[in-house]
């Protein structure tokens, strides 16, 4: 689970000389290229300088070019985002240098009083969003949507009503993923998935690419069986039965898994080297596996039902926004605003869906048929307007880090599952009522 960095913190040693000069940071204004593959980017440093004491000494001045700062983990290659951006800069005729950082790389950065050091504005998801609010660093001027979007987007903004964000697309949806060599459809339901064996054709290594010891999946299975009720500032246990129900559905599919523990990193990679047929994932894993599709035949569909609850596995998803800083001038607020108007314009709704796999904000284009001849919009569309988005609150972050205590030691038989109920009961009373 993510956690928030610690904040790195910047000691200024001021020394009075005799000759009445003093030492100043020098600005930087290095232009950082996003770095591929993506490894994480040092800090700039700040190097002091000799400068005449004065009353009205100059302070750094923002370079002409806009400065975007993309917040962006190590899962995937950042490059197809930069290309966009750079792309709709071209668009609508400006200048903008583009700065890949980690997250916490991000949140260490944003209370720093450097101009040149802030960005002009953020790209990042709707935790980036709570974390860098959470720092004050956040414009609270209002923004008003102009391109035509679904109810759930005003719900977001309300949400974070006070903070300048423009929505920009949607992210960590799921969605099953079959290899069409071996599948000529995909799983219905849970209980199709755990009868896959009798539709695979060829020879597999094993049936179903496995990494679910995730606190944000568990979150959602339990929320079908009515988790959401139970859980309150003031009520932290969940019915036994209830989370007995969900740990016996992910330990009945992780028997289609390999019999060792895997990494996210080391599924994806089992699904595209070696022969296996099936998986449940989202935009991260697809834009991987697309790299392989002369070689790796994929087939989309919608997520299984839950045959526990009766409802699909669709999480809540993440919005991407465009975040402004605080202390902006109003010419260089103006041209952030020109700027991302033109990420939620047409041609960059489309491109990041078809290069990122980001679901578009712009209703319009959903509609449209535009991208009807596209596999992956073909088993996601029905579920565009009913989507709902991610709060990131004390409750469910304590909750994900809660079940991802425990989840690995029940799905690899380390526990049993009823010693996991109460473990996870007591991990959610201890960080809920007690924090």
């Known amino acids: 689970m993510i956690q928030l960095g610690r904040l790195i913190c910047i000691t200024i040693i001021a020394a009075i000389l005799i000759s009445c000069t003093v030492l100043s940071p020098a600005a930087a204004t290095a232009t950082i290229q996003p770095p591929r593959p993506l490894t994480q980017t040092p800090l700039p440093s700040q190097t002091p300088t000799m400068v005449a004491l004065s009353p009205t000494a100059a302070v750094p001045e923002k370079p002409a070019a806009l400065q975007i700062r993309l917040i962006h983990d190590t899962t995937t290659n950042p490059q197809g985002m930069v290309d966009i951006i750079t792309t709709t800069a071209q668009l609508t005729q400006q200048l903008v240098t583009v700065d890949v950082r980690s997250p916490d790389g991000t949140y260490a950065l944003?209370?720093?009083?450097?101009?040149?050091?802030?960005?002009?504005?953020?790209?990042?998801?709707?935790?980036?969003?709570?974390?860098?609010?959470?720092?004050?660093?956040?414009?609270?001027?209002?923004?008003?949507?102009?391109?035509?979007?679904?109810?759930?987007?005003?719900?977001?903004?309300?949400?974070?009503?006070?903070?300048?964000?423009?929505?920009?697309?949607?992210?960590?949806?799921?969605?099953?993923?079959?290899?069409?060599?071996?599948?000529?459809?995909?799983?219905?339901?849970?209980?199709?998935?755990?009868?896959?064996?009798?539709?695979?054709?060829?020879?597999?290594?094993?049936?179903?690419?496995?990494?679910?010891?995730?606190?944000?999946?568990?979150?959602?299975?339990?929320?079908?069986?009515?988790?959401?009720?139970?859980?309150?500032?003031?009520?932290?246990?969940?019915?036994?039965?209830?989370?007995?129900?969900?740990?016996?559905?992910?330990?009945?599919?992780?028997?289609?898994?390999?019999?060792?523990?895997?990494?996210?990193?080391?599924?994806?990679?089992?699904?595209?080297?070696?022969?296996?047929?099936?998986?449940?994932?989202?935009?991260?894993a697809i834009r991987r596996y697309e790299k392989y599709a002369e070689d790796l035949p994929l087939r989309f569909a919608a997520p299984p039902i839950y045959s526990a609850s009766g409802a699909r596995l669709m999480p809540a998803v993440d919005v991407v926004y465009a975040i402004v800083p605080t202390g902006l001038s109003i010419e260089r607020r103006a041209a952030v605003d020109v700027f991302v108007r033109g990420l939620q314009a047409r041609d960059a709704q489309t491109a990041l869906f078809r290069t990122m796999r980001w679901i578009p904000i712009d209703r319009s284009l959903i509609e449209s048929g535009e991208l009807a001849n596209d596999p992956l919009f073909i088993a996601l569309q029905p579920f565009m307007p009913v989507f709902q988005t991610q709060l990131y609150d004390e409750i469910t972050i304590c909750r994900w880090d809660a079940y991802e205590q425990v989840l690995p030691l029940v799905l690899l038989n380390t526990i049993r599952i009823q010693a996991g109920v109460t473990a996870v009961n007591n991990a959610l009373q201890a960080c809920i009522i007690e924090s």
């Open 110 to 284: 944003a209370l720093d009083a450097d101009p040149t050091v802030v960005p002009d504005v953020w790209i990042g998801s709707e935790y980036d969003l709570q974390q860098l609010i959470r720092l004050g660093v956040v414009a609270t001027d209002t923004v008003t949507m102009r391109v035509a979007h679904y109810s759930y987007i005003d719900d977001a903004l309300t949400r974070n009503s006070g903070s300048a964000v423009y929505p920009l697309a949607l992210r960590n949806y799921l969605v099953s993923i079959g290899n069409s060599e071996f599948l000529d459809t995909l799983p219905d339901t849970t209980a199709d998935v755990m009868g896959i064996g009798a539709s695979i054709r060829g020879r597999v290594r094993y049936k179903m690419a496995y990494s679910w010891p995730e606190g944000r999946w568990f979150a959602m299975m339990l929320d079908q069986l009515g988790a959401a009720r139970e859980l309150t500032q003031t009520t932290s246990i969940l019915p036994e039965d209830m989370l007995t129900t969900a740990f016996s559905s992910l330990d009945e599919m992780r028997t289609l898994g390999p019999r060792d523990a895997t990494t996210y990193v080391e599924a994806t990679s089992d699904f595209i080297n070696w022969y296996v047929p099936y998986t449940i994932d989202g935009d991260t």
